[in-house]
Nanobody, 121 residues
Framework: QVQLVESGGGLVQGGGSLRLSCAAS????????MGWYRQAPGKQRELVALITSGGSTNYADSVKGRFTISRENAKNMVVLQMNSLKPEDTAVYYCYGSIRIMWSEGGTDYWGKGTLVTVSS
């Protein structure tokens, strides 16, 4: 059974920083890509950042220059460093991975349960 477990959410003042981590476990062959989405109250889930196994990244325009995504392939982990946080970054952040499990072909989308990030003004 594949699981994605997030950690690192919380309450921070505007202008502050938070670091989110996500660890994937299970019979995993590969994860590509891996990253983060978020969902604010009353809004649809949106992409925050993705990273491929080769290190290529894709960021939402709203977080470029403030957030940095990185991963440790050997540990099946992805980290999102969030700086210069704004109240509009307040949302539940979900870890995402397109995961190929052992002895299978193709990837399947997996999601974590989410971690709440609240940025006060």
């Amino acid at each position: 059974q594949v699981q994605l477990v997030e950690s690192g959410g919380g309450l921070v003042q505007g202008g502050g920083s938070l670091r989110l981590s996500c660890a994937a476990s299970g019979s995993i062959f590969s994860i590509n890509p891996m990253g983060w989405y978020r969902q604010a109250p009353g809004k649809q889930r949106e992409l925050v950042a993705l990273i491929t196994s080769g290190g290529s990244t894709n960021y939402a325009d709203s977080v470029k220059g403030r957030f940095t995504i990185s991963r440790e392939n050997a540990k099946n982990m992805v980290v999102l460093q969030m700086n210069s946080l704004k109240p509009e970054d307040t949302a539940v952040y979900y870890c995402y991975g397109s995961i190929r499990i052992m002895w299978s072909e193709g990837g399947t989308d997996y999601w974590g349960k989410g971690t709440l990030v609240t940025v006060s003004s």
